[in-house]
Each structure stands twice: as structure tokens, then as C-alpha cells.
């Protein structure tokens, strides 16, 4: 678990190595991480790891109802934990890397911390230290970096004070504040369930399908 006795904010430009070690060692002890994703801040856990991913809710104070997405390297990783549909296949083509999750059926082999009985959603973030840190410790339950309720994070610093249980925090800067969107390709047609980053519009194109 993670240390709360003191803070660990690491500038992921100046000190890139020290960033990434870190993270994967309090990671693979089964801590949470604060990391800069391609939209906003996020929260981190190995999603394998059912006690860290559970930290990620008492850290955020989340409803054990709002199940938690996760983060792949590449479309490998995301085929070994959904089965993929052909929406899935063709918008994961087109969009990742980048703002776009992914809704589908679960596979039998997918961690039971993320998800829910039937779905889970994957994305593959447009930001190479978080594909290559998913590379190295596996696939990420990763949910927004703040307080349950309160606005998505955008500066390292903000969280690191609002999120003080967290020993680990990446400042990679800046964030925007669209989170990715979401779209539910485990139903036919697929259901936009949130617009962020990429309108419906374009998902529909990708799609030939009006949503």
C-alpha cells in the first residue's frame, strides 16, 4: 500500500527515468498512483490487483456501484480483455491511441475489479508514458483524479494537495479537461454514453451509422 506519510510529486519532463521507476515500483507492490494521461489526471492501480483497485475507490471515496475502466498499451492488450465486436475492431483502429473508451463484452480472463458482470471499458491513451507503463506492469484500472463528484484534474499540483493518501504523483503538465468519450459497443448499434474529446458525429462516421 501506499506510503502516507510523506509525498512524492515527480516532474515527468525533467526527470522521466525517476517518473517511470517509481511508478512501476509502487504499482507492483500493489500501491496507487496520480499519472497524466492524454485528457486529464488520473488514478492508477494494476487492474489485476483487486485490493489496489479497491484503494482507488476509498481514495476518491467512489460508490462501489461506479466500476472503474482501464488503460492498455496497445489493441493486444485490449483484445485480452473484452471480445471484440466489429464496432469495437473498427472504432479502436480509427481513434486509438486517443480520447476514445471502448464498452465491450468482457472476456472470461478480465480482472473482476474492473468492469462490471457483463462489460468492460478499455481505452488506449494517446501518451507513451502511460502505454509504456501498462506495457511494463499490465493494463490499468485508472478512474479521474479527484474526489468523487468534484471536477476532473488538470495540474498535478491540485490533485497532490486534494489527494493527499496518494504517495505517488507524475506532474506531466497541464491537462485538458475533456475527459475521452465513451462509447457502449457491447449493444447493436453502439450507444454514445458520454461526449468528450470526439463527438458523436465522428463516431457515427467511422461507423456509417447515425447515433
Not at 461506479?66 to 480483455?81: G, K, S, T, Y
Request: charged share 20%; proline share 8%; net charge negative.
Amino acid at each position: 500500500m501506499n506510503d502516507t506519510s510523506r509525498q512524492h510529486l515527480i516532474d515527468l519532463a525533467t526527470d522521466p527515468d525517476e517518473a517511470m521507476e517509481r511508478t512501476v515500483t509502487e504499482l507492483a507492490a500493489g500501491g496507487i498512483v496520480v499519472i497524466p494521461t492524454d485528457t486529464i489526471y488520473g488514478i492508477a492501480a494494476v487492474a489485476s490487483d483487486q485490493r489496489a483497485v479497491a484503494s482507488i475507490f476509498h481514495a476518491k471515496a467512489r460508490p462501489a456501484e461506479r466500476r472503474i475502466a482501464v488503460l492498455v498499451a496497445d489493441l493486444q492488450q485490449a483484445n485480452a480483455l473484452v471480445v471484440p465486436s466489429s464496432a469495437f475492431t473498427t472504432l479502436a483502429a480509427q481513434f486509438w491511441p486517443g480520447p476514445l473508451t471502448l464498452v465491450a463484452q468482457r472476456a472470461p480472463s478480465a480482472p473482476v475489479a474492473v468492469g462490471d458482470e457483463s462489460t468492460i471499458g478499455v481505452r488506449c491513451p494517446d501518451d507513451p508514458f502511460v502505454r509504456t507503463l501498462a506495457h511494463r506492469v499490465g493494463p490499468l484500472a485508472t478512474t479521474s483524479a479527484n474526489a468523487h463528484g468534484a471536477a476532473p484534474a488538470t495540474e498535478a499540483v491540485s490533485v497532490a494537495a486534494e489527494l493527499p493518501m496518494i504517495a505517488t504523483v507524475i506532474d506531466g503538465g497541464p491537462r485538458s479537461s475533456s475527459a475521452s468519450t465513451v462509447v457502449d459497443v457491447s449493444r447493436t448499434p453502439p450507444v454514445v454514453l458520454r461526449v468528450g474529446s470526439l463527438s458523436a458525429d465522428r463516431i457515427g462516421e467511422a461507423l456509417n451509422l447515425r447515433l
